[in-house]
């Protein structure tokens, strides 16, 4: 069964960058989709960003566009997600999540990884 570990979060100033990763374990990626969500206080989980695994096409959410890039990591087996210019309602439990192109549903989710900007 896959797991996921996602790594790298932490506490920046507005403006600063981040660079998150996740790792998955057990299984190989070929026809699947990798994504970031994030989860603030109060609010519902949200899709960042998403990459599918053979062909790396992304899909950003327009609230990061221009600012956050997703890569895949054939070394680990996993993807990077590169935060630039960050602002204070990025603030949020990060997530990586994997499914399989053919559904919808994330089946696979990481523990999470908290990312704190301040103002």
């Known amino acids: 069964q896959v797991q996921l570990e996602e790594s790298g979060g932490g506490t920046v100033q507005a403006g600063g960058s981040l660079r998150l990763s996740c790792a998955a374990s057990?299984?190989?990626?070929?026809?699947?989709?990798l994504g970031w969500f994030r989860q603030a206080p109060g609010k519902e989980r949200e899709l960042v960003t998403a990459v599918t695994w053979s062909e790396g096409l992304t899909h950003y959410a327009d609230s990061v566009k221009g600012r956050f890039s997703v890569s895949r990591d054939n070394a680990r087996n996993g993807i990077n997600l590169q935060m630039n210019n960050l602002k204070p309602e990025d603030t949020a439990v990060y997530y990586c999540a994997l499914k399989l192109r053919s559904t919808q549903d994330w089946k696979t989710w990481g523990q999470g990884t908290q990312v704190t900007v301040a103002s």
């Open positions: 057990g299984r190989t990626l070929t026809n699947y989709v």
